[in-house]
């Protein structure tokens, strides 16, 4: 094994850093902080006087002034040009600098003096993975929408929507950058491990055990040769389990802060594995490049990024599994939910290594916890017919740089009409979503890289969720729910319950596809859209009329609904935005937002 840096010249290291990229970059990311801290009512932009839809927003101490124009959408949504924005002080105007955007607004954002140079540490790496993705050849959506499934996950160029620091990856150093940000699409050997089975483990859905998932995912000659290295040392193999390990983790932590574990056998190094995989937006998860219908493997890295430091939990893992056995077979046995083609993709295995001392020496939910597990969730690839191909939901939101969307290049592909399109898509994501959550109080983190779209000559055909255990809960406190699946319900409160759907899909999402296809111009008028998303609604209401009780208790045409703020979170706590046991606890709410679709409750 070898340190992963990939770069045999030191100034090669940043030669993305260049004058014009960062500029660039953070022309862009300001864009998006006026954009995305205006939705949230952080910032409260003015008119300015005599220049229709131009604003301005001033600093802490009134004396910078940022100008902009700005086109609004429904959910008080701000649509930015880039080039559109101007930094001024008196009558001078000032270059854009993205760190003195934050430490001049640092009151108005609430960033309090320990959280700020964190965020700006943040704010730094975003913008540096944003200047290496300009450098990268320019691809139009046209190209990028009919290009293979690893292809486009490694062709984004945005993050999360909602995020201004989005790409953080505090803990990456430039070369680490290169070597496994999914944008970087370098191939990746996994690290594996042996662990004592004393000390770690291991649980699996029906059918599979340890030894038959290492089968699968790892060929005779690799496992014969991983036996050796433990046979070699006098070890029995019979006493180990496996542990797939992400390369950051071994070389940054595990190699040190499990030194103990290792000088004392309990854990052994076996060297990497022969498959070659690619990193996912997710940045811990893997994708097995070898042998596309293998497992991913998803991993713990201690790495801060956006709001989390992404570990995995031995203990948090156990159950994860179970669940996912429990969801597919609910899914299996519902009518609406068959009918709709929808599925997931199992977590199917999960192995977690327990380091007594630091369970004895730390709280619950500590990242000292967090720093050895992993899981094997399916592939989606087996599942393809005919001229199907996959790509990530969060594609949809994709635009070019001529500013062409990745959504309007797959309408134009499938020669519907957009209407027709977007029924096709909102049946196939929307009414899993709604049926879920009315039939069973279940409700999922749909974002755009949780769900894997099936596409089939442009038009969306069905939807596939994924990262499920982490992310699903139970939200009726009377559910009977398995012993072992009894860790996803949540106790939220009853008026926040449908926020599930309005924020997480209305608002983080929809709000964005809206704005992008009317800019494009593949859509006349923002009506098109939401007016489909009420089509969709009332067609699911109208198929299941025994939970019309359930409708009107949760109404999805309400006038309103609580804005939440994602950003806000982040801005307060940028290393635990959220406490997972009580994520209803932690939102911070700040007023409402006319709902999009309550104009159409009664069209016919």
């Not at 399916?378 to 001529?402: K, N």
């Not at 449908?498 to 593949?522: I, K, M, P, W, Y």
Request: aromatic share 10%.
């Amino acid at each position: 094994m070898s340190s992963p840096t990939g770069i045999t010249d030191i100034t090669d290291s940043v030669a993305h850093l260049t004058p014009e990229l960062w500029d660039r970059a953070g022309r862009l990311l300001i864009r998006k902080a006026l954009a995305e801290f205006s939705h949230e009512r952080i910032l409260t932009p003015e008119p300015l006087s005599g220049e229709d839809g131009r604003y301005r927003v001033l600093s802490d101490d009134k004396a910078t002034e940022y100008r902009f124009t700005a086109r609004r959408f429904a959910l008080d949504h701000w649509s930015i040009p880039a080039e559109s924005v101007e930094r001024h002080r008196g009558d001078e105007e000032l270059p854009l600098d993205a760190l003195d955007f934050f430490i001049e607004l640092r009151d108005t954002l609430g960033l309090s003096a320990g959280i700020l140079p964190v965020y700006l540490e943040e704010i730094s790496s975003t913008l540096s993975g944003t200047a290496y993705k300009l450098t990268k050849k320019p691809v139009t959506s046209a190209e990028l929408a009919t290009a293979g499934f690893q292809e486009i996950e490694t062709g984004m160029t945005e993050g999360h929507p909602c995020f201004v620091a989005n790409n953080g990856r505090l803990g990456f150093g430039v070369d680490e950058y290169r070597a496994y940000a999914p944008e970087t699409a370098s191939p990746v050997r996994l690290v594996w491990l042996a662990a004592r089975r004393d000390r770690a483990t291991f649980t699996a859905g029906a059918g599979l055990d340890h030894d038959s998932l290492m089968r699968e995912e790892l060929s005779e000659e690799t496992r014969e040769r991983f036996d050796g290295v433990l046979r070699g040392q006098g070890l029995d193999p019979a006493d180990f389990l496996l542990i797939p390990v992400h390369p950051w983790q071994w070389w940054n932590k595990l190699s040190v802060t499990f030194a103990a574990e290792l000088g004392r056998r309990s854990l052994v190094c076996l060297g990497e594995g022969d498959d070659s995989y690619l990193a996912q937006q997710s940045i811990r998860t893997f994708f097995n490049k070898s042998d596309p219908a293998k497992h991913y493997v998803k991993t713990a890295l201690s790495v801060l990024n956006m709001g989390f430091m992404r570990g995995l939990s031995a203990a948090y893992m156990e159950a994860t599994p179970a669940i996912n056995d429990w969801l597919a077979g609910l899914i299996e046995s519902d009518a609406v939910l068959r009918a709709a083609r929808f599925s997931i993709i199992r977590e199917r295995a999960a192995v977690g290594y327990h380091h007594r001392q630091y369970e004895a020496a730390t709280a619950k939910g500590s990242p000292y916890l967090k720093m050895l597990a992993a899981l094997w969730r399916e592939s989606p690839v087996p599942s393809l017919q005919g001229r199907e191909r996959l790509s990530t939901m969060a594609s949809l939101l994709h635009v070019d740089r001529e500013g062409g969307s990745f959504a309007g290049a797959l309408i134009a592909e499938s020669g519907l009409a957009p209407a027709e399109w977007l029924r096709g898509y909102l049946d196939a994501y929307l009414v899993p979503v709604l049926h879920s959550f009315y039939a069973y109080d279940l409700v999922f983190m749909p974002h755009g890289e949780n769900v894997i779209l099936v596409v089939e000559d442009g038009a969306v055909r069905r939807a596939i969720f994924k990262d499920i255990a982490e992310e699903i809960a139970v939200m009726d406190p009377g559910a009977v729910l398995p012993p072992a699946v009894e860790r996803i319900r949540a106790d939220v409160p009853e008026d926040m319950k449908l926020l599930s759907v309005f924020t997480d899909v209305f608002d983080c999402f929809f709000r964005f596809l809206s704005a992008e296809l009317v800019a494009d111009g593949t859509l006349a008028d923002e009506e098109t859209f939401w007016r489909a998303v009420a089509d969709c609604v009332r067609r699911y209401q109208e198929s299941v009329p025994q939970l019309a009780a359930k409708f009107e208790q949760y109404d999805l045409f309400a006038d309103e609904f609580a804005l939440s703020c994602l950003n806000r979170l982040q801005l307060r706590n940028n290393e635990q935005m959220v406490d997972i046991a009580d994520p209803a606890g932690a939102l911070q709410l700040v007023g409402t937002l006319r709902n999009p679709i309550a104009r159409f409750a009664d069209a016919s």
